[in-house]
């Protein structure tokens, strides 16, 4: 069975600063996705970043990198130059193959503060 | 915005009810999946339909069923709705070109009273 561990239940950072988000996950499966999707109070999921586990080099979308680490089976967000936008509940994930469910983490709220 | 549509956005109504979700998955994708947030069990994937047909269950109540449509859109219905099935309930869809990216609608926010 897939898990996901997100061991920060609260991150706290100032304006402009970066921020890592840690996930580990547990997985059997030779190949595997690892996304990110983050929850703004509004309540709706918006995705942010996709990592396959074949995938060579670490995913990036704007501000929002993935530094995986496969063999230590991590796969933390960094978010470069926080904004209070970005304050919000993020959510790591892991796909088996696609067209599957997603398993999710617990979740860690971040609140950036000016 | 994600493309995915779900109504209604809030639904308030008694336990031993029915009511029906409503989700219009992004165009041209064939998958829809339904996942229940609640703060005692997180996000939980219930069903998934890919063009039509059931693919795959998670933890789904019997109380609860869901079908998808020949245009694709599905709808997810709760029976005998008890306080604890009080909880967002997201539909999300894939099958583009990207077709492991799950793209999640704003959500069904249901109360039970």
């Known amino acids: 069975a897939q898990k996901i561990t997100q061991t920060q239940p609260g991150m706290f950072v100032q304006e402009k600063e970066a921020v890592t988000l840690d996930c580990t996950y547990d997985t059997s499966d030779p190949s595997y996705g690892l996304f990110w999707y983050k929850q703004p109070s509004s309540g709706e999921m918006i995705f942010l970043i996709y990592?396959?586990?074949?995938?060579?080099q670490n995913a990036t979308e704007g501000r929002y990198s993935l530094n995986f680490q496969k063999a230590r089976k991590s796969a933390n967000l960094v978010i470069s130059a926080s904004q209070l936008g970005d304050s919000a509940m993020y959510f790591c994930a892991i796909l088996r193959e696609a067209g599957t469910a997603l398993i999710f983490g617990k979740g860690t709220t971040l609140s950036v503060s000016s | 915005d994600s493309g995915v549509t779900q109504t209604p956005k809030h639904l308030i109504t008694a336990t031993g009810q029915r009511v029906t979700l409503r989700c219009s998955p992004r165009s041209g994708d064939l998958s829809v999946y339904w996942y229940q947030q609640s703060l005692d069990q997180g996000l939980q994937f219930l069903i998934q339909y890919y063009n039509g047909e059931e693919r795959a269950k998670g933890n789904i109540l019997e109380r609860f069923s869901a079908q998808q449509f020949p245009d694709l859109h599905s709808e997810l219905n709760l029976s005998s709705l008890e306080l604890g099935d009080s909880a967002l309930y997201f539909c999300a869809s894939s099958g583009g070109v990207r077709t492991d990216t799950q793209y999640f609608g704003p959500g069904t926010r249901l109360t039970v009273l």
């Open positions: 990592q396959g586990s074949y995938d060579q």
